[in-house]
């Protein structure tokens, strides 16, 4: 009796029925789709598959490992996107785990033979095969861009010092709008805000500085400490916002000369908030405006008219006759507008540019959601180093981007350094600082409620989380009494809010 042979169909498909050979097509193919290399490995091609296969199996733990990771702790997901080191890695890893992939296709294709499929299947495998291309390959291609843009931005962006801790619970952050340009000798932050934010719930209070605050002190410690023991109080001219040119002036007393300026306004703004100021972030004019640009516009709703003047008399700092309006209501901002509304003086009160000022910063932390950054994430990277300059070291953003989460979950309170509580010539550095602890506890007992309210069930977690959404305190009898910041918000929204 004759022996009946086994003809293998993975490798000799013409010896095997035609549904055999379709089923075997698209077997090959789901095999390199999820284990690249393990169809040469299956035709004896070890050297290739070796290799083939490190890489796939390395990708794969990687990949499980930092799921395991960010499951344990979410911000272990922004370190992955904002460590140089790992984004440098990861720029050069994808690329090749791209054409590892799609070398060991192309040959998948090659084995199967395309020939031996019935007429109905090939067009389908075809289909599949260019499908799979566009899927995997293409997102592989725009994930390395996006990468190297992240890497450059990261170190472009952001600096290489010691990470500081949170003192009292608190990270302090001064935020200067700088008016650097054409036309201009040296640098007058035209805005200063110092953002307070707690660490752990991520509570934030945003202190207004009138620029032309007088006879500012400085912090102990400080090099212009020695230069002005009694603070700053040349005369009408020695401002806060001229703080900063003083520190270039004297920039060989400190650590960092170049970063005198920006260290010399954060030692004043310690000294006049009683706030230890941890970092600085500076945004340029033009560069805001390229920023509000790549994000899109703003949008905010204004409650009255603000002019829009021309060019700027560098000789005196005063602007030429208006040329148009920015009108009441719900407005879309693009950058020119944007930085007009920030910035214009005619027609209104520093109080009110404050306010204004904020309501621009309350709508760019909106506007930056996570659907804004990726589909304009190529423009605002390109923006922002440009745009914003920082002392904040790399190895820390993880931690804010998680914290910077946290902000936008809670409710922004403000503080404005203005009259009628302080009065910027003449300024009660003592009732400064009182008026900013008690802002800031009041804001921490907010935030402990919150938390409460958030533990408690849900018919009365919902209850609590409302009364303090709307400024209003609980009361044992369950009516909401007005709280003093209610007239001041009340006024604050008359001229913006961000909808």
């Given at each position: 009796?004759?022996?009946?042979?086994?003809?293998?169909?993975?490798?000799?498909?013409?010896y095997a029925s035609q549904p055999t050979r379709d089923v075997r097509a698209w077997l090959l193919l789901l095999v390199t789709i999820l284990l690249p290399g393990g169809v040469q490995l299956l035709?004896?091609?070890?050297?290739?598959?070796r290799i083939s296969l490190s890489i796939t199996a390395l990708s794969w733990l990687l990949l499980i490992v930092a799921v395991i990771?960010?499951?344990?702790?979410?911000?272990?997901?922004?370190?992955?996107?904002?460590?140089?080191?790992?984004?440098?890695?990861?720029?050069?890893?994808?690329?090749?785990?791209g054409l590892n992939w799609f070398v060991c296709l192309v040959d998948t294709i090659r084995r199967i033979r395309l020939v031996t499929l019935s007429k109905k299947a090939r067009p389908r495998f075809l289909a599949a095969f260019c499908a799979l291309v566009l899927i995997v390959v293409g997102p592989l291609a725009w994930g390395t861009n996006m990468l190297n843009s992240q890497r450059g931005l990261v170190s472009e962006l952001f600096a290489s010092g010691k990470v500081a801790k949170p003192v009292?619970?608190?990270?302090?952050?001064?935020?200067?709008?700088?008016?650097?340009?054409?036309?201009?000798?040296?640098?007058?932050?035209d805005s200063l805000s110092l953002v307070s934010i707690d660490a752990e719930t991520g509570k934030t209070v945003i202190i207004g500085l009138p620029r032309n605050m007088q006879n500012v002190p400085f912090a102990e410690g400080s090099p212009l400490a020695s230069v002005y023991p009694q603070g700053f109080n040349c005369g009408s001219e020695c401002l806060l916002n001229a703080v900063f040119q003083q520190g270039e002036k004297y920039k060989d007393r400190f650590e960092d000369p170049e970063r005198a300026g920006e260290q010399a306004t954060m030692?004043?703004?310690?000294?006049?908030?009683?706030?230890?100021?941890?970092?600085?972030?500076?945004?340029?004019?033009?560069?805001?405006?390229?920023?509000?640009?790549?994000?899109?516009?703003?949008?905010?709703?204004?409650?009255?008219?603000?002019?829009?003047?021309?060019?700027?008399d560098p000789t005196?700092?005063?602007?030429?006759?208006?040329?148009?309006?920015?009108?009441?209501?719900?407005?879309?901002?693009?950058?020119?507008n944007a930085l007009w509304y920030a910035r214009s003086r005619e027609f209104s009160s520093d109080y009110e540019r404050m306010i204004r000022q904020r309501c621009v910063q309350e709508a760019m932390v909106k506007q930056l959601d996570p659907a804004t950054v990726l589909t304009r994430y190529q423009d605002i990277a390109k923006a922002t180093p440009g745009a914003l300059s920082t002392d904040i070291?790399?190895?820390?953003?993880?931690?804010?981007?998680?914290?910077?989460?946290?902000?936008?979950?809670?409710?922004?309170?403000?503080?404005?350094?203005?009259?009628?509580?302080?009065?910027?010539?003449?300024?009660?550095?003592a009732e400064a600082r009182r008026l900013v602890a008690e802002k800031i506890d009041a804001a921490s007992r907010d935030a402990e409620k919150q938390t409460e309210a958030l533990a408690?069930?849900?018919?009365?977690?919902?209850?609590?989380?409302a009364g303090i959404g709307t400024g209003a305190s609980v009361t044992a009898s369950g009516a909401g009494d007005t709280t003093p910041d209610e007239g001041e918000e009340a006024d604050a929204r008359a001229i913006c809010y961000v909808p």
């Amino acid at each position: 009796m004759a022996e009946t042979r086994y003809i293998d169909p993975i490798h000799f498909p013409s010896y095997a029925s035609q549904p055999t050979r379709d089923v075997r097509a698209w077997l090959l193919l789901l095999v390199t789709i999820l284990l690249p290399g393990g169809v040469q490995l299956l035709f004896r091609s070890r050297r290739w598959a070796r290799i083939s296969l490190s890489i796939t199996a390395l990708s794969w733990l990687l990949l499980i490992v930092a799921v395991i990771a960010i499951l344990i702790n979410r911000t272990f997901a922004f370190t992955i996107g904002t460590n140089p080191i790992i984004l440098t890695f990861l720029t050069i890893w994808v690329p090749i785990v791209g054409l590892n992939w799609f070398v060991c296709l192309v040959d998948t294709i090659r084995r199967i033979r395309l020939v031996t499929l019935s007429k109905k299947a090939r067009p389908r495998f075809l289909a599949a095969f260019c499908a799979l291309v566009l899927i995997v390959v293409g997102p592989l291609a725009w994930g390395t861009n996006m990468l190297n843009s992240q890497r450059g931005l990261v170190s472009e962006l952001f600096a290489s010092g010691k990470v500081a801790k949170p003192v009292d619970g608190r990270y302090n952050i001064l935020l200067l709008g700088s008016d650097a340009g054409k036309g201009r000798t040296g640098i007058r932050p035209d805005s200063l805000s110092l953002v307070s934010i707690d660490a752990e719930t991520g509570k934030t209070v945003i202190i207004g500085l009138p620029r032309n605050m007088q006879n500012v002190p400085f912090a102990e410690g400080s090099p212009l400490a020695s230069v002005y023991p009694q603070g700053f109080n040349c005369g009408s001219e020695c401002l806060l916002n001229a703080v900063f040119q003083q520190g270039e002036k004297y920039k060989d007393r400190f650590e960092d000369p170049e970063r005198a300026g920006e260290q010399a306004t954060m030692d004043a703004v310690s000294a006049v908030t009683g706030l230890e100021v941890q970092y600085y972030a500076m945004i340029n004019l033009k560069g805001f405006e390229n920023l509000i640009d790549s994000l899109g516009g703003i949008t905010i709703v204004s409650g009255k008219r603000v002019p829009i003047s021309s060019k700027v008399d560098p000789t005196t700092g005063k602007h030429g006759p208006v040329k148009g309006w920015i009108e009441p209501g719900e407005q879309k901002l693009d950058g020119f507008n944007a930085l007009w509304y920030a910035r214009s003086r005619e027609f209104s009160s520093d109080y009110e540019r404050m306010i204004r000022q904020r309501c621009v910063q309350e709508a760019m932390v909106k506007q930056l959601d996570p659907a804004t950054v990726l589909t304009r994430y190529q423009d605002i990277a390109k923006a922002t180093p440009g745009a914003l300059s920082t002392d904040i070291p790399s190895s820390q953003v993880d931690s804010f981007v998680d914290l910077a989460l946290k902000v936008k979950s809670q409710k922004i309170e403000s503080l404005d350094l203005t009259p009628p509580r302080v009065t910027p010539s003449q300024p009660d550095f003592a009732e400064a600082r009182r008026l900013v602890a008690e802002k800031i506890d009041a804001a921490s007992r907010d935030a402990e409620k919150q938390t409460e309210a958030l533990a408690m069930p849900a018919g009365v977690g919902a209850g609590v989380s409302a009364g303090i959404g709307t400024g209003a305190s609980v009361t044992a009898s369950g009516a909401g009494d007005t709280t003093p910041d209610e007239g001041e918000e009340a006024d604050a929204r008359a001229i913006c809010y961000v909808p």
